[in-house]
C-alpha cells in the first residue's frame, strides 16, 4: 500500500514553524484551554481538571454528543464522534473499499480525500471546481460519471481550498439522484456555517446524506483533535462505530470536554471566528482590487480560504517560495494539483492580517509581471 506524499502538510511543516506572517493556515482565531474554561464558569472548570483520564465511549462521550445533535437538529443517536474529520474520511473510505468500487470527489480538493482511496486502490473520479465555472459544482457533471459500481459522492461545501458552495437546490438534486441508486452522498462541512453571502444548510437535514464535521476549522480549535460523523442509517452507523473501535477507540478525554464547551457555547465561539473572517475578507477585497495585474480570484462564499491564481505564470511554487522568504507564508496550488494557484487563509492571523497584507503587497509589487517556467520574460 503506498499513501502519496502529503505535499501541503511538507509544505507546512518546512515553514509554519518559523514564520513572521501565517497567511496559509486554514483555521481562524486561536483559543487557548483558559480561554475556552472561562466561557463555562468555575464549576466546568473544575470539572475538567479533576476528571479521569479514561477510555472514552466508542460512540463519543454523551453529553458531546447530545450538544452537536442539538446544533444539527438531530437526535444524538445520530452522532459518531471521531479523532477530527480526518478520521471520519479513513472510516469511509475502509468501508467503501470493495473490490471495483470507486468514489467520485472534488478537483482540487483537500489532499486526504484522494489519498485514501487510492491507497485502498479504490478507482478515483474527478468532479471540478472550476475558475471558469466561477468555482461552481456542475451536478450533471457528477450524475454522469456515477455507475452501478460507485460507492460514494464526496462534496465538500463550504469548500476547501476556494471557498464556493454548493447550494440548497443542488445539493437535493443530488442527494436524490444518489439515494436512488444507493451511493453514499457525504458532505463534508467543516466550514459550515462561515459564510459570506448566500448562507446554506446543513446536509443533516437530508435522509440519506452523512456529514463529516469538525472543531478544527469553524470551530477553530484543531488541538482538541475532535470531529464528528452525523448519519440517519443504523446500519451504516453500527459500521462506522465498529471500525472506530479498531482505528482509535475513542478520542481523548480532555479534547472531548473542551469540544463540549466549545459546543455549548457556539453562539460565541462561532461569531469570533465568523466576524474575524468578515473583516479580513473585506481586507482582501482591497488587496486583490490593487494588485489585480499580477493576482486574480474568486471571492470565497464560505470558510476561512480563498485560492486566488497568478495572472502570468502556470505555476505559483516559485512564488510562494519567494513570498516565503520575505516572511509571508503561503501554500502552492500544486498541493491541490492546481499549480497556477496558491492558498490564502484569511482569518488565523487574526489582527495581524492587515500587516501582513501589506508585507504581501510589497512583495507583489516586486514580483516580475510575467515568469514561464520560472523564468522572467
Ligand atoms: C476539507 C477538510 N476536511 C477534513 C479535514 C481534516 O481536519 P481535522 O482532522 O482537523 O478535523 C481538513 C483539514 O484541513 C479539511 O480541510
Known amino acids: 500500500m503506498q499513501l502519496k506524499p502529503f505535499l501541503l502538510d511538507m509544505w507546512l511543516d518546512n515553514y509554519e514553524h518559523d514564520i513572521e506572517f501565517n497567511l496559509a493556515a486554514s ?41 452537536i445533535a442539538e446544533m444539527h437538529g438531530v437526535s444524538a443517536e445520530c452522532v459518531q464522534i471521531v479523532t477530527g474529520a480526518s478520521e471520519a474520511l479513513v472510516v469511509l473510505m475502509w468501508l467503501a473499499a470493495e473490490p471495483g468500487a470507486n468514489v467520485i470527489l472534488p478537483r482540487p480538493g483537500f489532499a486526504t480525500f484522494s489519498a485514501l482511496p487510492e491507497s485502498l486502490g479504490i478507482e478515483t473520479r474527478f468532479y471540478g471546481i472550476r475558475k471558469e465555472n466561477n468555482f461552481s459544482i456542475d451536478v450533471e457533471e457528477i450524475k454522469k460519471l456515477a455507475d452501478a459500481r460507485t460507492k460514494l459522492v464526496l462534496l465538500n461545501s463550504p469548500h476547501h481550498p476556494t471557498g464556493a458552495t454548493v447550494s440548497d437546490a443542488e445539493m437535493e438534486s443530488l442527494h436524490e439522484f444518489t439515494s436512488g441508486r444507493g451511493i ?11 459564510y459570506h453571502g448566500r448562507e446554506t444548510k446543513s446536509a443533516s437535514r437530508l435522509p440519506h446524506a452523512t456529514v463529516i464535521h469538525d472543531f478544527s476549522k469553524a470551530f477553530s480549535l484543531p488541538g482538541v483533535r475532535t470531529g464528528w460523523m452525523i448519519e440517519h442509517d443504523r ?3 453500527e459500521r462506522y462505530w465498529n471500525a472506530r473501535a ?17 459546543m455549548r457555547k457556539r453562539d460565541i465561539v462561532l461569531q469570533r471566528t465568523q466576524e474575524v473572517a468578515s473583516r479580513n475578507l473585506e481586507r482582501l477585497d482591497g488587496f486583490m482590487a490593487e494588485h489585480r495585474e499580477i493576482v486574480n480570484w474568486i471571492r470565497p462564499r464560505g470558510g476561512m480560504t480563498a485560492f486566488p491564481w497568478l495572472v502570468h505564470s502556470e505555476n505559483a511554487r516559485p512564488f510562494c517560495q519567494a513570498a516565503a522568504e520575505r516572511g509571508i507564508l503561503l501554500a502552492p496550488g500544486d498541493c491541490f494539483e492546481v499549480p497556477s494557484h496558491f492558498r490564502l487563509g484569511f482569518a488565523a492571523s487574526g489582527e495581524e492580517f492587515p500587516r501582513a497584507l501589506d508585507r504581501l503587497g510589497e512583495f507583489v509589487k516586486s514580483w516580475p509581471a510575467k515568469m514561464v517556467n520560472g523564468v522572467t520574460v
Not at 184 to 194: A, G
Not at 246 to 262: D, K, P, Q, W
Open 27 to 67: 483555521t481562524g482565531p486561536t483559543w487557548t484551554v483558559n480561554a475556552l474554561l472561562n466561557l463555562a464558569g468555575e464549576e466546568e472548570r473544575q470539572r475538567f481538571l479533576n476528571h479521569e483520564l479514561v477510555y472514552g465511549r466508542v460512540a463519543g462521550a454523551d453529553g458531546l454528543r447530545e450538544a
Open 246 to 262: 479498531y482505528f482509535s477507540v475513542s478520542n481523548n478525554t480532555a479534547g472531548e470536554m473542551l469540544a463540549e464547551i466549545a
Open 235 to 237: 446500519k451504516r452507523r
Open 184 to 194: 453514499q452522498l457525504v458532505n463534508d462541512e467543516v466550514y459550515h456555517p462561515i
